[in-house]
């Protein structure tokens, strides 16, 4: 009996060594590629502030997209070597569930342990793509891979109030280093000093009292958050006591130098700074995962996906968002059911989500509704165009997901119906879930042809000022919405208008803008036929007005601030500056929060 017992072990043994072999090296080999990939994202970060320094602002955008590249790119790669590392075995469940404890154990005291776990997951997802993945494969729901904040005090530093608040203001502008020099530091400080202090009277007694008695401290990250045209520093104003006003002072380098150009403090203004319209800052750091820790502190309702997401680490915000999502549901109450979104249906995609949801989830019909022609894929495909632009506070982020799960019970017969209707080849139903396979995930906002029908005539003037600003801003970074109905534009709680549906979108430098021609023959103006040529990038701006037909008062105001968008010649100077290379300032705050006065004829810089 031991010998048959002996002869089994050493018939076994050598199956599970080679498989303790195969998962080692395909454990191994995952995490060379997450150093890989995050060594090759810090490089494009760390030339940030030199491009700043230079002007280099077509580079910015450059690099912006490359970065973009670089985790899809990396994964892609380490998919193809592990292909080959685990050969026959590549779709073994039991040699995954081993590479992933030893990954786990290779990762355990990693700094960035949670965006290396979200890096084997995305890894692991490439390979088995549609095939059944189970949760043990995956760093995800367990608490054990749910990072908890930790210490950010190697991130920041402080100055004592001790010697006055101004001459601590000062200290905290001359320790940034930069090799270009300012126009005018002492008169930015002054204005800097001074609208901190009203800040702190206005919003936080406690700092302002403590601040007036040379008491507390300034902090501030060591590193700078640079975006486009501008830069960051990000801090606060500390009490003794602990409280706090958090702020944000954007640096701009100018054709004569570097100027201050405004602050904005308190949580509420920093969340527009990090809001959801804009794109990704670029951050000089190795520990990403505690400058979200810090970036919490200063604007708690934030939540951790959103801070992920800000400072560029798009994949692992998803990780976070689907925690976020799970924890939510699973807070909420039974009968908090899915719901087609409010608004008008779309043609292309079904959109729903609970009534008390900040997210709406988007999926692509299986047909289209008349008149729209595209297929899947040319939506798909505007929405990684969409990913890579420059959204300039006007266009929603997405976030797309592939097999995303959902509680089945949170669905109604009627909504299933409706889904199984529209979107059939895209869900599937295992036990309690429902499966999405394609999904895109949007915040939710009150669509403009719902809000424009509860609001008084101020709040109509200054949304319409607005959604024609919001057109206007698209159209100076090359970006033409195409349906530009008001049914396809949202208002955030802040009153800014953005768009959302991207099945149209194109690069503005793409389209025709032309006069509609005149007839000769009254009759073809009303034939059903058209009378002229007409190619497939052809616009006709004095047909916009179209967009406008329900609601005549709205029209009103839009023309009072907007008349020029139904003439081709304003598009077609956009093109000409976007063809010159000319990059037009978008400033993510209010133009009352800059140093400098606003300028008195041009209402339309209220926002940039």
Not at 158 to 165: A, C, E, K, M, T
Not at 272 to 295: H, I, N, S
Not at 429 to 449: D, F, G
């Amino acid at each position: 009996m031991p010998k048959q017992n002996t002869q089994i072990l050493l018939a076994a043994s050598p199956n599970d060594a080679i498989e303790h072999v195969i998962a080692t090296k395909l454990a191994r080999a995952v995490f060379a590629g997450f150093e890989g990939m995050f060594a090759a994202f810090l490089n494009i970060t760390l030339g940030a502030q030199s491009r700043f320094e230079q002007r280099q602002w077509l580079d910015v955008q450059s690099a912006m997209r490359e970065r973009l590249q670089v985790y899809e790119r990396q994964v892609k790669s380490v998919s193809n070597a592990v292909r080959i590392i685990a050969f026959k075995e590549l779709h073994d469940p039991r040699l995954w569930e081993q590479a992933k404890h030893i990954y786990g154990e290779m990762v355990e005291n990693h700094e960035n342990q949670p965006i290396a776990h979200t890096f084997f997951n995305s890894t692991f997802g490439s390979i088995w793509d549609d095939k059944k993945i189970r949760t043990v494969h995956l760093f995800v729901l367990k608490a054990k891979y749910r990072a908890k904040p930790r210490p950010f005090d190697n991130l920041v530093s402080r100055i004592s109030l001790q010697n006055g608040f101004t001459h601590a203001v000062a200290q905290l502008i001359y320790r940034q280093a930069f090799r270009v020099k300012f126009t005018d530091l002492n008169k930015d400080v002054d204005a800097l000093q001074r609208t901190l202090t009203l800040g702190a009277k206005q919003q936080c007694r406690q700092v302002y009292e403590l601040m007036s008695l040379n008491d507390g401290f300034i902090e501030y990250a060591n590193s700078l958050f640079f975006r486009n045209k501008a830069c960051y520093l990000i801090g606060r104003c500390i009490a003794k006591n602990g409280d706090n006003m958090p702020f944000a002072v954007a640096i701009l380098h100018t054709e004569n130098g570097l100027k201050l150009d405004a602050v904005m403090m308190g949580a509420d203004q920093l969340s527009l700074l990090f809001g959801f319209a804009r794109t990704y800052f670029m951050v000089d750091t190795d520990q990403p995962a505690r400058y979200v820790d810090y970036l919490s502190v200063l604007m708690p309702h934030k939540q951790r996906f959103e801070l992920f997401n800000a400072i560029g680490f798009i994949k692992h915000a998803k990780t976070e968002f689907y925690r976020y999502k799970v924890d939510t549901t699973k807070n909420s109450p039974t009968h908090d059911k899915y719901i087609i979104a409010p608004g008008t249906p779309g043609m292309v995609m079904l959109v729903f989500t609970t009534p008390h949801s900040d997210y709406v989830y988007k999926v692509i019909k299986d047909r289209f509704s008349a008149p729209k022609t595209s297929t899947k894929a040319q939506v798909m495909a505007k929405y990684d165009f969409v990913k890579q632009a420059d959204r300039v506070g006007r266009l929603v982020d997405t976030h797309e997901f592939r097999y995303l799960a959902f509680d089945l019970s949170r669905f109604s017969d009627e909504l299933l119906e409706q889904m199984r209707a529209s979107i059939g080849n895209s869900m599937a139903i295992s036990n309690k879930a429902l499966v999405l396979k394609h999904v895109y995930v949007e915040r939710k906002m009150t669509p403009l042809n719902l809000y424009i029908n509860q609001c008084d005539n101020k709040q109509l003037s200054n949304v319409m000022h607005d959604y024609g600003k919001a057109i206007k801003d698209l159209a100076e970074a090359n970006i033409f919405p195409g349906d530009m109905l008001m049914k396809n534009f949202g208002v955030t709680r802040w009153g800014r208008v953005v768009f959302y549906d991207y099945d149209e979108i194109c690069p503005l430098t793409d389209c025709e803008f032309r006069d509609l021609p005149t007839s000769q023959n009254s009759f073809d103006e009303i034939s059903c036929e058209s009378y002229f040529d007409v190619a497939e990038n052809d616009v006709f701006p004095s047909q916009f007005n179209v967009f406008f037909s329900a609601n005549k008062q709205a029209f009103s105001y839009f023309c009072q601030q907007h008349h020029n968008l139904f003439s081709p010649e304003f598009w077609q100077q956009c093109q000409n500056q976007i063809n010159a290379g000319h990059l037009a300032d978008v400033y993510p705050y209010k133009q009352s929060w800059r140093f400098i006065p606003k300028p008195p004829q041009d209402a339309s810089c209220s926002w940039s």
